[in-house]
């Protein structure tokens, strides 16, 4: 397994951006699909955005859509999520992920199907 290392978080108004970026050690990026989870107290961790370890194909929450942009970047073991019009509902504990399994179906989502996490990183957005 690799290690992630997510950037520092921030504090931001509603409405503001943020982006976040996730450092791959241990290992080479480009077998891995790569992820976003995040979450709140007393709530479990729910899925944000994935991406393909080619990048061809990208997916994400139907809460985030539209808004999140998750990117990689294999020259720089690093992935980032770009978010934009940040809402109150998006404060969290946001965590990195990755796998070097085929994911199958509508697993994307699931927590089980991730075996490589980050320590999390605290965004707060206050309206």
């Known amino acids: 397994q690799v290690q992630l290392v997510e950037s520092e978080g921030g504090s931001v108004q509603a409405g503001g951006s943020l982006k976040l970026s996730c450092e791959v050690l241990g290992g080479p990026m480009r077998g891995l699909n790569l992820g976003w989870f995040r979450q709140t107290p007393g709530n479990e961790r729910k899925f944000v955005a994935a991406?393909?370890?080619?990048?061809?194909?990208?997916r994400y929450s139907d809460s985030v859509r539209g808004r999140f942009t998750i990117s990689r970047d294999n020259s720089k073991n690093t992935c980032y999520l770009q978010m934009t019009n940040l809402k109150s509902e998006d404060t969290g504990v946001y965590y990195c992920?990755?796998?070097?399994?085929?994911?199958?179906?509508?697993?994307?989502?699931?927590?089980?199907?991730?075996?490589?996490w980050g320590r999390g990183t605290q965004v707060t957005v206050s309206s």
């Open positions: 991406i393909t370890y080619s990048a061809f194909s990208e």
């Open positions: 992920v990755a796998t070097g399994d085929v994911i199958l179906g509508g697993r994307w989502p699931d927590t089980e199907t991730w075996d490589s």
